[in-house]
């Protein structure tokens, strides 16, 4: 009989999107063949301590895991030698691969996958230098405009910069971009700090609110168009599964629409014409290529109303596994069960290996 594999699950982090992690992790952890893994569950607390959590699922959601019994203090070593978790009895537990379910700061950005690197731990998603690049907004919008894919136009401002000279900043981008504009934090994820702005004073709140959550923001046009996303997989030859549509209950796609909000509607397929659709799934997979994404990876565009142009909005390498969340549901419209994704998605860790 074929041994287990010995898989890590990595949930929560110090991010602003900790709790949408836990619920994810259960969507993960609930969807596992137990029958091919031996599970080992590390929570990383918001205060970033790191603990092995062996209690109910069930405790995931709202954060109650930190609070059980069974937790026990643990890390993942960068040493080869050790090739898992270190805990603070001194145990060492080797890990066959790791799937890091930590959305936004800590986690989708790069760190996370190059302490992995580091230990040589095969791990799901994209590694530390994509993960990098699609979290920054900045410097995604930058390859994407390097490899001639289609996009708002945009800039971006540092808090240093804004500092120094605001209101010429503003005057220019406003020159540039037109109104409204959409300002967004270049690191934070799932839509965290971004604010819609229809005058000069209008874009300094938004301002504000942006470098709460990062020391650079960058500014969008306002694009009058369909909100349309992609789930992509693989190595190699990535595929694109369905083209789903976001119809948001406020007035953007923001946090709370995403997740708070039961009137944001998704439609899988997207309600836009086939050739679009399948236009969409080509554009997906060149931005995935071209951005250097591995794994799995969700790809947002815009489609607009008025010409039907397809313009990327953002990459997300480690996207949503809640029960809401579009890439599993665009990959079971595309005839990939849930439990069949989940298995591919660590086969393709292990096809890669830990020396990245």
């Given at each position: ?17 900790h709790d949408i ?22 929570g990383i607390a ?241 931005a995935y290529k ?67």
């Amino acid at each position: 009989m074929e041994s287990k594999i010995t898989l890590g699950i990595i949930f929560g982090g110090v991010s602003s999107e900790h709790d949408i992690s836990c619920i994810s992790a259960k969507g993960i952890i609930s969807n596992l063949d137990y029958s091919k893994y031996n599970v080992v569950l590390i929570g990383i607390a918001k205060d970033g301590r790191w603990f092995i959590f062996n209690d109910d699922i069930n405790l995931l959601p709202e954060d109650k895991w930190i609070y059980s019994k069974n937790l026990v203090p643990a890390f993942i070593s960068p040493d080869t030698s050790v090739h898992g978790l270190v805990t603070s009895r001194g145990e060492i537990i080797r890990l066959d691969v790791v799937f890091p379910v930590l959305h936004g700061k800590n986690g989708e950005d790069g760190t996370v996958q190059g302490l992995l690197q580091m230990a040589q731990i095969p791990f799901v998603g994209c590694d530390s230098t994509s993960s990098g690049v699609c979290m920054d907004k900045a410097v995604a919008n930058a390859v994407a405009d390097a490899f001639e894919i289609s996009q708002a136009k945009w800039c971006a401002i540092s808090r240093y910069e804004y500092s120094a000279n605001a209101d010429a900043l503003l005057d220019s981008a406003i020159e540039k971009l037109g109104l409204p504009i959409f300002v967004k934090p270049a690191n934070a994820g799932s839509s965290v700090g971004i604010s819609k702005a229809h005058s000069k004073e209008e874009l300094i709140k938004a301002m504000d609110i942006a470098f709460k959550e990062d020391k650079k923001a960058v500014l969008e046009e306002f694009i009058d168009g369909f909100e349309v996303e992609c789930a992509v997989m693989g190595n190699n030859n990535p595929i694109a599964a369905e083209v789903g549509q976001i119809i948001a209950a406020a007035e953007f796609y923001d946090f709370d629409a995403k997740y708070n909000n039961p009137q944001s509607e998704l439609h899988i397929p997207a309600e836009i014409p086939e050739e679009k659709r399948n236009e969409v799934k080509a554009q997906a997979v060149k931005a995935y290529k071209a951005l250097g994404c591995e794994g799995m990876a969700r790809v947002d565009f815009f489609v607009t109303k008025d010409d039907g142009r397809v313009l990327l909005n953002e990459i997300n390498t480690i996207p949503g596994q809640t029960p809401i969340s579009m890439y599993p549901k665009l990959f079971e419209a595309a005839g990939v069960p849930y439990k069949e994704l989940i298995n591919r998605l660590i086969g393709l860790a292990l096809e890669r290996g830990g020396k990245i």
